[in-house]
């Protein structure tokens, strides 16, 4: 687990255990299994659409993401993301805020970015690239699917306003 903004930290399933249920922690569950899948209770191969929390489920110091690391962008809903990032800069000044996917590689750090990209003066200014290069120094494990790599690139003017 890694500090990339005060308050903001990046990291896995395992980082996630080690912060389960102590105080003062809001966490952001960015992966399906076995989160989303724990929270609804469905035991197929996913919950139903017609479930309302189908895509994201709001428990007490928690929120959890139907989000799947995947290799096509088209499964990567701005809905999902741009839920993580206002409940980032909603609890942010009250919590430390952890962020995590499975591995801590991809989804976890793709959302810390964006949030830092639209919330922060961070990377105010620099070009994709070099934001991309400045948050690597920040988070070396940033290592994203193609998916979330898209979103990034196609997303890009959108969030960096």
């Known amino acids: 687990m890694i500090e990339v903004f005060p308050n903001l930290y990046v990291g896995s399933e395992h980082d996630e255990r080690q912060t389960r249920g102590a105080p003062g922690w809001f966490i952001i569950h960015a992966c ?47 809905e999902l993301v741009d839920a993580a990032l206002a409940a980032i800069h909603e609890r942010i000044g009250l919590d430390k805020v952890l962020v995590h996917c499975n591995q801590g590689a991809s989804r976890s750090p793709t959302i810390a970015f964006l949030y830092m990209v639209k919330h ?11 934001a991309l290069a400045a948050f690597k120094g920040l988070y070396p494990h940033y290592s994203p699917a193609r998916g979330m790599a898209d979103y990034v690139r196609i997303n890009w003017a959108r969030y960096a306003l």
């Open 32 to 78: 399906k299994e076995p989160y989303h899948r724990q929270a609804l209770g469905y035991s197929g191969r996913a919950a139903s659409k017609d479930h309302p929390e189908y895509l994201i489920a709001h428990r007490p110091g928690r929120l959890i993401l139907n989000l799947v690391d995947v290799d096509n962008v088209n499964y990567i809903g701005a």
């Open 120 to 130: 922060t003066d961070s990377f105010r200014g620099l070009t994709l690239e070099a």
